[in-house]
């Protein structure tokens, strides 16, 4: 059984920074991509960045230049670095991880956005 524990997130000041992280355990065969998504209340669940095993990554349209993605598939971890937050940030953030033709999800972390 693959299980991602995901810690970091909480409340920040907007123009803040935060830091997610995600970690697997179980899984004995490396993952193709992990990833990071969100999703807002009354909203669908959306890509905010996604990095393969190669190195690629890609970004949501509306954090590009201001959050990066990094990732230790040696470990089968993930990070999310997040700065210059906006309001329009807040939202439940769920770790994501590709093995083969399977998904795991972590089990999200609120981050809230607020003065």
């Known amino acids: 059984q693959v299980l991602l524990v995901q810690s970091g997130g909480g409340l920040v000041q907007p123009g803040g920074s935060l830091r997610l992280s995600c970690a697997a355990s179980g899984s004995i065969f490396d993952f193709n991509a992990m990833g990071w998504f969100r999703q807002a209340p009354g909203k669908q669940r959306e890509l905010v960045a996604a990095i393969q095993s190669a190195g690629s990554t890609n970004y949501g349209d509306s954090v590009k230049g201001r959050f990066t993605i990094t990732g230790d598939f040696a470990n089968k971890k993930v990070y999310l670095q997040m700065n210059s937050l906006k309001p329009e940030d807040t939202a439940v953030y769920y770790c994501?991880?590709?093995?083969?033709?399977?998904?795991?999800w972590g089990q999200g972390t609120q981050v809230t956005v607020s003065s």
């Open positions: 994501n991880a590709v093995q083969g033709l399977r998904m795991y």
